[in-house]
C-alpha cells in the first residue's frame, strides 16, 4: 500500500471539497473556449451558475441552483454601490454555503409601484432599507429575468485566485485602505476583495457592467 499516494489523495479531495464553487463558476471559462462553463454568448449574454443574464427568469433561477430564494425590495443610500431601489432574490445557501443575490431586472417605475404596497420598511444600521412583498407582486416576481448575479463564497478569493481563473484584471481600485476591486470587462466580473470581509463577486452582461 503506498500510503504517500493515499495521503496525496486526501490533499487533493481536501482542496476540491473547499474551493467547490468558486472554482464551477470559473474553472473551465478561457477566452475562445468550446464549452466554458463562465462565457458570454453570441448574443452577449452572459452565462454563470448554469443561469444565462438577462434571459433566466427567478423561477428557474431556483431550479437551476436547487434553492429557494427570499425575495425583497431595498433602497440602498445616496453614496452605496448599488444606491436606489432595486429587487432583489438572497439565496442563502447553496453549495459549500456559498450565498448568491440575483438583482432582479424591474424598471424604475414598476419599483415605485411596488414600494407603495410593500410592507413597513425596516432599516439597517448601514442605512440600507428592506421591504418585503406584497403577496400580490410577489407572486408575480418569479416571472422576472434575472440581471446580474452576486457570488459570496464562504471561502477566501484572493487576487492570485482570480488572476488563475480570469487573466490579468482589466484594472484595480482601492476603494478604501481594506477594499481592493478587479474588474473583469470580457465576463463582466467586478470583484470587490478585502481584509476580514468576504469577498463579493458580482457578473453582468458585459455591455452593462459598470
Not at 436606489?84 to 450565498?99: N, Q, R, V
Not at 411596488?114 to 407582486?137: C, H, K, Y
Amino acid at each position: 500500500m503506498n500510503y504517500d499516494r493515499i495521503g496525496l489523495i486526501a490533499l487533493l479531495v481536501v482542496v476540491v471539497i473547499t474551493t467547490g464553487v468558486f472554482l464551477w463558476t470559473s474553472t473551465h471559462y478561457q477566452q475562445g473556449s468550446a464549452t466554458p462553463d463562465t462565457h458570454v454568448d453570441s448574443t452577449g449574454h452572459l452565462h454563470v451558475l448554469g443561469l444565462t443574464l438577462g434571459e433566466t427568469t427567478l423561477k428557474q433561477a431556483e431550479t437551476i441552483l436547487q434553492s429557494k430564494a427570499e425575495v425583497a425590495l431595498y433602497l440602498y443610500p445616496e453614496g452605496h454601490a448599488k444606491q436606489g431601489l432595486k429587487m432583489e432574490a438572497f439565496f442563502p445557501a447553496i453549495a459549500d454555503h456559498t450565498k448568491v443575490v440575483l438583482l432582479l431586472d424591474v424598471d424604475q417605475a414598476k419599483l415605485l409601484a411596488i414600494e407603495s404596497r410593500a410592507s413597513t420598511p425596516q432599516q439597517s444600521q448601514n442605512g440600507v432599507v428592506r421591504m418585503a412583498l406584497a403577496a400580490r407582486d410577489l407572486s408575480e416576481v418569479y416571472a422576472t429575468r434575472v440581471e446580474s448575479l452576486t457570488l459570496i463564497p464562504s471561502l477566501d478569493v484572493s487576487a492570485e485566485n482570480l488572476k488563475a481563473r480570469f487573466g490579468e484584471p482589466d484594472s484595480v481600485r482601492h476603494v478604501d485602505e481594506e477594499q481592493v476591486l478587479y474588474r473583469y470587462e470580457a465576463v463582466g466580473l467586478s470583484a470587490m476583495l478585502g481584509k476580514d470581509v468576504l469577498p463579493m463577486l458580482t457578473f453582468s452582461n458585459p455591455a452593462t457592467a459598470r
